[in-house]
């Protein structure tokens, strides 16, 4: 008798899984991949000014379009099509074998991480050539960047698959995420100049990781000199640090006990 | 050792009893049928089997194992079960012999995929996308799901709905290939014919209790049932209900001098039985 896989190896298992369906869904792989890139051509264009010495808007927009893409790709992404797959009854089917639980999460996890770098790359490529993107310099900023994505990515999962428990079907479940992540998106920073913002709205977003996220991206994407302008006059990065592990926890709390396979 | 014991299981859904104290043993390497219209208590009965669904009260094992457990215990016996389910659908974006070879990597001891692929009869379709497959290919790619893990026992819950004859016909050859392996089957089905040409034993649900439990040929009375004779005597077509058959149509022989005009000898079919069982506890 041989043993059963490991939840580790089905996880990866399901991750190619996943990406291999992705792939397949050519509308929702250039929506996912290039979504990013569009909205700073989007908005680099009309916003040509600079907010800083030597700080372009497009500069700023790159480090919020990083932030908020990984929000959609995880959070958003999971909290939908998650409930879609329960009312297909594909759900139930796994929970009938023995794939653990954590395999699947492993899976997902493994989706929008490896979307993720795809979308970063884009982004980074359509930045340098036509908005004068300035890429981050030193050891120091490309090892914050890359905790920022890999614990946000594993956040924005672990979150999305705790939401999929509140939409009552697949096809409710947009009307429910979408508002809930444009909110956040206005509320933290992304679309406008975070300190601009009424300080309620600041407020607001300080609870959850998008505007941690931000500001994060903002420590690794503009110079430090801007670190100044700030709300905290710093970029806190190890407060950032707290806040996304403290939210990764919640998300996989949730996720464990409450996970629901079937729709009754 | 049974592959199912059952006593006193018990399960509401607020004021609705669906399980109303049902006891059932199943014996390894069994075929056995569940039988009971929509809302009987089927669906329910069998979801606790499965693990998917809690119960109020009563005592469950299945291969020994309760499947109100969780974690490495309940992962090690859902390692030895298949479950098809009644309704599945994907996304759809996975060829068939991905689906299988990835589904095939969850157990220990898989069955070949293309063994399964070909059990289920879908050889020619081993490459297509799921949702270009047809309604019946799908269901028999749920069935290939189920049994690529090579599982001791087998839940099926209506696995024929949507097959054309051809399919169902050979399904059931898939079915008897699996007894021959040992393999223990419990069968929901609205198929009387199906519940009759595969299971060694039906039981028949209502209201949340088991009203009988028999050979299909044996169900409610039916061996010793009354056999109905009918012929052509001149014009008129006439009957007669007996419990001796032979006698009635020697002495008809006697009578015509020979060949009985139209005759026919049938016995109720298990589809008159049960819907006489099921009608009896609506009064």
Redesign the interface.
């Known amino acids: 008798?041989?043993?059963?896989?490991s939840a580790i190896s089905?996880g990866i298992?399901r991750g190619g899984?996943e990406i291999?369906?992705f792939a397949?869904?050519r509308e929702s792989v250039v929506f996912t991949l290039f979504f990013p890139v569009i909205l700073l051509a989007i908005f680099g264009s009309v916003f040509k000014d600079t907010i800083a010495p030597g700080v372009t808007f497009s500069q700023y927009f790159t480090a919020g379009m990083i932030a908020s893409g990984l929000v959609n790709t995880g959070f958003q992404a999971l909290a939908i099509t998650i409930p879609?797959?329960r009312d297909?009854?594909?759900l139930?089917?796994l929970?009938?074998?023995?794939?653990?639980v954590s395999s699947y999460f492993i899976g997902k996890a493994i989706l929008v991480t490896v979307s993720m770098v795809i979308q970063i790359f884009m982004l980074f490529v359509g930045g340098l050539l036509f908005f004068g993107l300035e890429m981050p310099t030193g050891a120091d900023k490309w090892i914050t960047f890359a905790w920022l994505v890999l614990l946000g990515s594993a956040c924005s999962t672990a979150l999305g698959i705790a939401f999929s428990i509140i939409p009552k079907s697949g096809r409710g479940a947009s009307a429910v995420v979408s508002p809930i992540v444009i909110i956040l998106q206005f509320f933290s920073g992304v679309f406008f100049i975070f300190t601009q913002l009424p300080p309620w709205m600041q407020q607001i977003a300080a609870i959850f990781p998008l505007k941690w996220l931000t500001q994060g991206m903002r420590s690794v994407f503009l110079p430090d000199s801007f670190a100044t302008q700030e709300i905290a006059k710093s970029w806190e990065n190890e407060k950032t640090f707290v806040v996304l592990l403290v939210w990764l926890i919640i998300g996989i709390f949730f996720s464990v006990r409450k996970f629901k396979?079937?729709r009754d | 050792m049974n592959a199912i014991e059952v006593t006193g299981l018990r399960k509401s859904y607020g004021s609705v009893h669906a399980v109303r104290g049902i006891d059932l043993s199943i014996s390894a390497g069994e075929i056995f049928a569940l039988l009971g219209p929509n809302g009987a208590g089927k669906t329910t009965t069998v979801e606790i089997l499965?693990?998917?669904r809690s119960r109020d009260s009563g005592e469950v094992s299945v291969l020994g194992f309760d499947p109100r457990n969780e974690g490495n215990a309940a992962?090690?016996w859902?390692?030895r079960?298949g479950?098809v389910?009644q309704?599945?659908?994907?996304?759809g974006?996975?060829t068939v012999v991905?689906t299988i070879d990835?589904?095939s990597?969850?157990?220990?001891?898989p069955r070949e995929v293309d063994e399964v692929i070909h059990a289920v009869g879908l050889d020619e379709k081993a490459g297509s996308?799921i949702r270009k497959l047809s309604g019946g290919q799908r269901r028999r790619l749920d069935v290939a799901?189920g049994i690529v893990?090579n599982p001791e026992l087998l839940f099926l819950d209506e696995p024929t709905t949507g097959f054309d004859p051809e399919a169902r016909r050979a399904f059931w050859t898939l079915i008897e290939n699996l007894r021959g392996s040992g393999t223990t089957i419990v069968l929901t089905t609205h198929y009387l014919d199906e519940a009759e040409a595969l299971a060694d034993r039906v039981a028949v649900i209502n209201n949340g209790q088991i009203i009988e439990i028999s050979t299909p040929s044996e169900l409610g009375g039916r061996s010793t049932a009354q056999a109905l004779v009918t012929w052509r005597d001149g014009s008129e077509v006439k009957s007669e209900a007996t419990d001796n058959p032979t006698a009635l149509v020697n002495k008809m022989t006697a009578i015509f001098n020979g060949e009985i005009p139209e005759l026919t000898v049938t016995r109720p079919s298990l589809e008159d039985i049960y819907l006489r069982m099921i009608g009896k506890t609506h009064e």
């Open positions: 008798m041989n043993k059963i896989p089905l298992r899984l291999r369906q397949r869904q879609l797959e297909f009854g594909a139930k089917r929970r009938g074998t023995p794939m653990p396979w079937d | 499965e693990g998917f992962r090690e859902r390692n079960i479950i389910l309704s599945t659908s994907d996304s974006d996975l991905e990835h589904f990597g969850y157990y220990s001891n996308l799901l893990g």
